[in-house]
């Protein structure tokens, strides 16, 4: 059987190029995203054009009607669920110093990147153990964190909050669902082109610029793909609970 793999917020951005990679890998593709499918149909209609069958449902990781509905027409249609990657978040509306966050603020940012990976990790894995294993697993679970999980952003805080606790998510997870066959694994992105870094684009232009990157570049959403891609085949079936950086080195302390 074909496998399946969801990617939430897969439509555009770095979602879009992972679920494209997986789509190349061989997997059955299925995208939730908030918007109408009408908003990202150029984009659907690369996977159409390189051969990968796909389903995209209209829906919010944070309500659980949508969660069951994404499971449901996602097995009816394909089968199973074999790979979850938790792609979809937000950041901040505003930027506000740490003194200044709303709890408006903090609760949506908590609310989408957290809580909503917290219960769709926790639906899709009930799905995943009523399937039988593929080789050495059951399925694959992986989160896309972000480098902010572990640096300091006092003008987002409650960004750099939820993607800490999605990194505690990955042990978390990893931990009670590796004697069931299900890896759970973490990418943390750094400074990638997407539409959330573009309001940014001069302060990280003078990053590069300045030396306070190893690789000098912008990262792409391609990078944080191929990684997943990798998490995702059969080449890391002995490990779980890692998380690997895509940050041009940024995580190395220099003098």
Not at 18 to 44: E, R
Not at 58 to 66: E, L, M, S, Y
Not at 68 to 85: P, S, Y
Not at 105 to 120: A, L, Q
Request: aromatic share 8%; hydrophobic share 40%.
């Amino acid at each position: 059987m074909k496998q399946t793999a969801i990617v939430t917020g897969g439509s555009r951005g770095i979602g879009f190029a992972i679920a494209k990679q997986l789509g190349q890998d061989g997997f059955n593709i299925v995208i939730m995203d908030m918007n109408d499918q009408s908003a990202y149909q150029d984009n659907l209609d690369q996977l159409t054009a390189q051969g990968t069958e796909y389903l995209y449902l209209k829906g919010n990781i944070c309500d659980a009607g949508d969660r069951q509905r994404l499971i449901d027409e996602t097995v009816a249609k394909f089968g199973g669920i074999h790979v979850l990657v938790n792609n979809a978040g937000v950041s901040p509306k505003v930027r506000a110093d740490l003194l200044e966050m709303s709890e408006e603020s903090f609760d949506r940012v908590v609310g989408i990147n957290t809580k909503g990976n917290m219960f769709m990790t926790q639906a899709v894995a009930k799905q995943m153990l009523k399937q039988d294993y593929i080789g050495r697993k059951r399925g694959t679970i992986v989160n896309i964190s972000s480098c902010s999980a572990v640096v300091s952003s006092i003008s987002r805080g409650e960004y750099c909050v939820s993607k800490a606790g999605v990194s505690m998510l990955t042990t978390l997870y990893a931990d009670r669902l590796a004697p069931e066959g299900i890896l759970v694994h973490e990418v943390r992105p750094g400074v990638i082109a997407t539409d959330m870094t573009a309001t940014v684009k001069e302060k990280y232009d003078k990053m590069f610029a300045d030396g306070l990157f190893p690789i000098a570049r912008w990262g792409t959403p391609e990078d944080i793909a191929g990684v997943v891609s990798a998490f995702c085949s059969d080449k890391f079936t002995y490990t779980t609970g890692n998380y690997v950086d895509v940050d041009g080195g940024f995580h190395i302390q220099r003098l």
